[in-house]
């Protein structure tokens, strides 16, 4: 198990400004980092003690490294991905979300340097209020970047429930594990 008291990450605050200050983007086979989205074959999806002593990761990467800490720190952690089905791309983002007594948390740390700021752990009265919160900010989000074309349609976007998959992996076999999970089908 990863020992997050050597970094004094032992309380969600000091957690989660850690991950708020990763750099956003993810390192290749040849262990050289590259800031923004993984658009390489040459990705690989590191483990939680990488990301750690890398500091530098894409959604998915940070959502394993949230994974090991709220596991870690006896927290039931579950982690969605959203994606778009383009021809030639899957603009996604994966999120972590833990319960706090009644409420659901989305412990979101990335929409921090976005047109459409999110970062912060939002709390919700249900799961699926919270997912529905989950797409809207993500097709803002992609729409405001130009990840998703003008003409939006509903019917390539999917949300996936997932569990934790093998570090290790390329981004096709990422999106294969994910899809292995439980799509959530989510009002329009």
């Known amino acids: 198990m990863l020992d997050f008291s050597i970094h004094h990450l032992d309380t969600l605050s000091n957690f989660f400004d850690f991950c708020r200050n990763l750099e956003y983007g993810w390192v290749d086979t040849n262990g050289r980092k590259h800031h923004g989205p993984n658009n390489s074959p040459e990705y690989r999806l590191q483990t939680p003690s990488e990301t750690l002593s890398r500091q530098i990761g894409i959604c998915w990467d940070q959502t394993e490294l949230q994974r090991a800490w709220f596991t870690t720190h ?10 778009y089905k383009l021809e030639d791309s899957w603009p996604s983002h994966s999120i972590l979300v833990y319960r706090e007594g009644n409420q659901y948390c989305w412990f979101e740390p990335m929409f921090n340097n976005t047109a459409i700021y999110y970062c912060g752990i939002h709390k919700y009265n249900s799961l699926s209020e919270l997912l529905n919160h989950f797409r809207t900010k993500f097709i803002r989000n ?47």
């Open 74 to 83: 006896g927290h039931t952690a579950t982690s969605y991905l959203i994606f």
């Open 142 to 188: 992609s729409r405001d970047s130009g990840f998703l074309p003008p003409e939006f349609d509903f019917e390539k976007l999917h949300l996936y429930e997932y569990s934790k998959p093998v570090y290790g992996i390329d981004d096709v076999a990422f999106f294969t594990h994910c899809t292995r999970g439980t799509e959530i089908k989510l009002n329009k």
